[in-house]
């Protein structure tokens, strides 16, 4: 009997022309802001699209499980990937902003610091459960060896499971999504934050401090909404559970970048229009 090839899993495959229109739109969406605000308004667009693919490709770093996790039968932990990509970021979003009067580049790296140490708080205390609460080991289901340690997997996986707990490699793996997605989500509040600043007290007819906490909240809520809009499209990208960087899914991550950048380019560009209209 010959074998039957396997079919793609479900948006497994790359599709170039939607890329290229993904793209096309991309550079439409920048011409068009450059011709409404080709100052203030492009460079906050600029940092909202980096921003935007920094939480896209982060998340694909980060193990998520989903409903198989909390039964023991696939590594990650057990919660989805919109769920999560959201808790990381935005823990990650407070601490920048907590920062942002000690400039851009401290702000940053403090948002990123922020989103990493609440991944590493989560992955340590789902293993803490698997471990201790489950008596189950941390092992992959897609690796022989653990790519960073070394250590072999298939005799700690559960027969007629995906695997367990939280492998090292996974632990890593979130951390890194859980620094990017903080690292994005502060930048795009601070793009934001800088051009209402800038703005605001003209549009506003007020002083600077009058408009200042107007400025904070408006841009917190954009950004807020931003991690949304890519937290989703990601999760759609991976279509279930992912280990992390070593997992097959990984490999999708340059359309969920090429999506995020248009998705946040688009939301971006309104957050722009209210004050460049």
Known sequence: MSAVAAKPTAGGAMNPTAMAVGVVLLIIILGAC???????????????????????FGTHFVPVGGAPAAMGQAPGIATGVAMLAAGAGLAGLFGGAWAANQGMVVAVVTGGIGGGLMMAITCMMVNFVYIFGMGIPAASGKVLHDPITGDSQAE???????????PFVSFVGGVIG????????????????????????????????????????VAGMFAVA?????????????????????????????RAIVASAVASALCGFVAILIVAM
């Open 34 to 56: 450059w011709k409404v605000s080709p100052t203030l308004g492009l460079t906050a667009l600029i940092g909202i699209i980096v921003g935007g693919v920094l939480i896209g």
């Open 156 to 166: 700690y996986k559960s027969q007629g499971t995906e695997g367990h707990g939280l």
């Open 178 to 217: 859980g620094i990017l997605a903080g690292a994005g989500g502060t930048l795009i509040y601070l793009a934001l934050l800088d051009l209402y600043k800038a703005t605001f007290p003209t549009l506003m007819g007020a002083t600077p401090a009058q408009i200042l906490p107007v400025a904070v909240s």
């Open 226 to 254: 931003l991690f949304l809009v890519n937290a989703v499209l990601t999760a759609y990208n991976i279509t279930g559970t992912i280990e992390g960087p070593h997992d097959p899914k990984f490999k999708r991550w340059p």
